[in-house]
């Protein structure tokens, strides 16, 4: 069971939002959603969640066709970066009215994170803060309990204490229930901990899809004297380059070959660092 892309195609008049793209998520894990700003992110959510359509390709969910499916799209549940509720209404009455719509949502649950969040529930939603707004929307995102969950940019205007509770919250919630979840966001580093797996976007075009460990341990950095280091990297696949001086630090996809490399050394890269270099990579630079 999951929700899938196949050869799906959007665009925006003369742009490619997204270019023939085939992808799946499913399995009770969290995916990181990662590229750039204007890689395709958000338009892959809202093809998913049918708020546009493709232009060509098809989206199932559990195998079920989603576009105007209102069953399938039951089981999807969007955090977005806006609130959508009347002015009017109150955090409490908002609750209230997602428990109305969503039948899993549980509203015990979702008052006791408003309590560790200290999110005031009798306040108006217009009248949040921008982090209070984001808390109040991963709140219902946490608490809907949808089989696949989305979270664009969840902890916008967050301070550092307030995202530490929510990847806590999150991980507390992916160990209790099957719940997939699609985690697009900048703050990759901090989200790595979370991340299962790993579907990296650049230009509507998917680049890597494939196990957040298997990804972490694709490339690697190489630094030393400028002339050591261009002997290392010849017949080697370099994402990229920099230099600082007489030295220089490469990023290599692979596995690192330490015969011969006096005066070199070599360090491991984390996800957020092989994002890095793959991006640098098709932006050409060097």
Same mark, same amino acid.
């Given at each position: 069971?999951?929700?899938?892309?196949?050869?799906?195609?959007?665009?925006?008049? $003369?742009?490619?939002?997204?270019?023939?793209?085939?992808?799946?998520?499913?399995?009770?894990?969290?995916?990181?959603?990662?590229?750039?700003?204007?890689?395709?992110?958000?338009?892959? %959510? @809202?093809?998913?969640t049918n708020r546009i359509w493709a232009d060509e390709?098809?989206?199932?969910?559990?195998?079920?066709?989603?576009?105007? @499916?209102?069953?399938?799209?039951?089981?999807?549940?969007?955090?977005a970066e806006a609130n959508l509720f009347p002015d009017?209404?109150?955090?409490?009455?908002?609750? *209230?009215?997602?428990?109305?719509?969503?039948?899993?949502?549980? %509203?015990?649950?979702? %008052?006791?994170?408003? =309590?560790?969040?200290?999110?005031?529930?009798? *306040? *108006?939603?217009?009248?949040?803060?921008?982090?209070?707004?984001?808390?109040?929307?991963?709140?219902?995102?946490? $608490?809907?309990?949808?089989?696949?969950?989305?979270?664009?940019?969840?902890?916008?205007?967050?301070?550092?204490?307030?995202?530490?509770?929510?990847?806590?919250?999150?991980?507390?919630?992916?160990?209790?229930?099957?719940?997939?979840?699609?985690?697009?966001?900048?703050?990759?580093?901090? $989200?790595?901990?979370?991340?299962?797996?790993?579907?990296?976007?650049?230009? &509507?075009?998917i680049l890597r899809d494939s196990d957040a460990d298997?990804?972490?341990?694709?490339?690697?950095?190489?630094? &030393?004297?400028?002339?050591?280091?261009? &002997?290392?990297?010849?017949?080697?696949?370099?994402?990229?380059? @920099?230099?600082?001086?007489?030295?220089?630090?490469?990023?290599?996809?692979?596995?690192?070959?330490?015969?011969?490399? =006096?005066?070199? =050394?070599?360090?491991?890269?984390?996800?957020?660092?092989?994002?890095?270099?793959?991006?640098? =990579?098709?932006?050409?630079?060097?």
């Amino acid at each position: 069971m999951a929700i899938e892309l196949r050869g799906v195609t959007k665009r925006y008049g $003369a742009t490619t939002a997204l270019d023939n793209v085939s992808v799946k998520f499913g399995g009770g894990i969290v995916y990181g959603l990662l590229g750039a700003n204007g890689a395709g992110k958000t338009t892959m %959510m @809202n093809l998913i969640t049918n708020r546009i359509w493709a232009d060509e390709g098809e989206i199932t969910i559990d195998g079920e066709s989603a576009p105007g @499916n209102d069953r399938a799209l039951g089981k999807v549940y969007m955090m977005a970066e806006a609130n959508l509720f009347p002015d009017s209404m109150k955090v409490d009455g908002a609750l *209230k009215l997602t428990r109305s719509f969503y039948p899993t949502f549980d %509203m015990d649950y979702a %008052m006791s994170v408003a =309590e560790k969040f200290a999110l005031p529930t009798k *306040k *108006k939603v217009k009248a949040l803060s921008t982090g209070y707004a984001s808390i109040f929307r991963l709140t219902l995102a946490l $608490a809907v309990n949808c089989p696949y969950v989305i979270f664009d940019e969840p902890v916008l205007g967050l301070d550092a204490q307030h995202r530490d509770l929510f990847y806590r919250l999150l991980m507390e919630k992916c160990a209790e229930c099957e719940q997939t979840v699609i985690l697009s966001t900048h703050l990759i580093q901090e $989200a790595a901990k979370l991340i299962n797996h790993a579907v990296i976007i650049k230009n &509507g075009k998917i680049l890597r899809d494939s196990d957040a460990d298997e990804l972490s341990g694709a490339a690697y950095q190489v630094s &030393g004297p400028a002339a050591a280091v261009d &002997g290392y990297l010849r017949g080697r696949h370099v994402l990229s380059v @920099n230099s600082l001086g007489g030295l220089k630090t490469a990023c290599v996809e692979g596995v690192p070959d330490e015969r011969g490399s =006096e005066g070199l =050394e070599f360090s491991n890269m984390d996800l957020q660092d092989y994002f890095i270099g793959l991006m640098n =990579e098709q932006e050409g630079v060097k």
